[in-house]
């Protein structure tokens, strides 16, 4: 069973950065679609920004355009980051990374892997 590890999260103040980064637990031959969430106490899981396992393709919620950028790493393809820039107080969750679909050798199925999650902080 494949796990999926995040790291990167930490406290910090308004308009600052943080990096995050997942990826899975032990080296495999495939790529996988990656995907964001975040959950804040009290709310429902939202969508973060995604990138496909296909092209790279990244897609983002509509409250992160222009702030944060989702890449894969060039050196070990099963390895995302999430850079988030210009941070905000609502940006404040706990952030977990998903792969829904992977494709090994050719071959593509479904999977869903999750992380434990890395906590982000923003405060004035």
């Known amino acids: 069973q494949v796990r999926l590890v995040e790291s990167g999260g930490g406290s910090v103040q308004i308009g600052e950065s943080l990096r995050l980064s997942c990826t899975t637990s032990a080296f495999t031959a495939c790529r996988y679609n990656m995907t964001w969430y975040r959950q804040a106490p009290g709310k429902e899981r939202e969508f973060v920004a995604g990138i496909t396992a296909t092209d790279d393709t990244a897609t983002y919620a509509h409250s992160n355009l222009g702030r944060f950028t989702l890449s894969r790493d060039n050196t070990n393809g099963n390895r995302v980051y999430l850079q988030m820039n210009r941070l905000k107080p609502e940006d404040t969750a706990m952030y977990l990374c998903?792969?829904?679909?992977?494709?090994?050798?050719?071959?593509?199925?479904?999977?869903?892997?999750w992380g434990q999650g890395t906590q982000v902080t923003v405060s004035s």
């Open positions: 998903r792969a829904d679909y992977q494709v090994c050798g050719g071959y593509a199925s479904a999977v869903d892997y």
